[in-house]
């Protein structure tokens, strides 16, 4: 029998390994939360505001820029939004996965400025990087919506990482 209790203890509490996987799944799925947001709101909105982000649009020219940059053809057409759209989703996942690093209490905060420093980014930056201007883009409607796409992912996140505790425990409530 106390071959038995001993199997049925250590089957209860978690390996470092085991905590650690927990830990990482946690963090790719609070950052996949956020940016599937920002992902479903650029390709939903877009197809039916006519000044919406495109922020598809500067991905794609920035995968072009890049990989031509180091002599490889890029994809083109229906192949490089593709790929644009898995490396959106692949970079912002890393990113708002940080929204789940630190204490549940601060995930609203670093949801908030995290998805506010992306949007930001994204607005300014794509000009001084070579990328032009988003087509059809319209100020101030523009500039502050594709800000919201990513507020909004960071406060997915933070929502994600708030109702999944770093232990894996089964505790919602918070």
């Not at 956020?34 to 649009?57: D, F, K, M, S, W």
């Amino acid at each position: 029998m106390p071959d038995n209790d001993r199997s049925a203890e250590s089957a209860a509490v978690p390996t470092e390994t085991q905590l650690r996987r927990t830990r990482l799944i946690r963090l790719g799925l609070v950052g996949l939360a956020g940016a599937v947001t920002v992902t479903l709101l650029n390709e939903g909105v877009r197809r039916v505001l006519p000044h919406a982000p495109r922020i598809e649009v500067i991905g794609e020219r920035a995968l072009a820029g890049s990989l031509d940059a180091v002599g490889v053809t890029p994809p083109q057409g229906a192949s490089l939004y593709r790929w644009t759209l898995l490396g959106d989703l692949l970079s912002n996942t890393l990113y708002f996965g940080l929204v789940g690093l630190g204490a549940r209490q601060g995930a609203w905060k670093r949801g908030g400025l995290l998805g506010l420093a992306a949007g930001v980014g994204a607005v300014v930056l794509p000009q001084p990087l070579g990328l032009g201007r988003q087509p059809g883009a319209r100020s101030p409607m523009t500039p502050l919506l594709t800000v919201g796409w990513y507020l909004s992912g960071g406060l997915v996140s933070a929502l994600t990482a708030r109702r999944w505790p770093a232990d894996g425990s089964k505790d919602l409530s918070q």
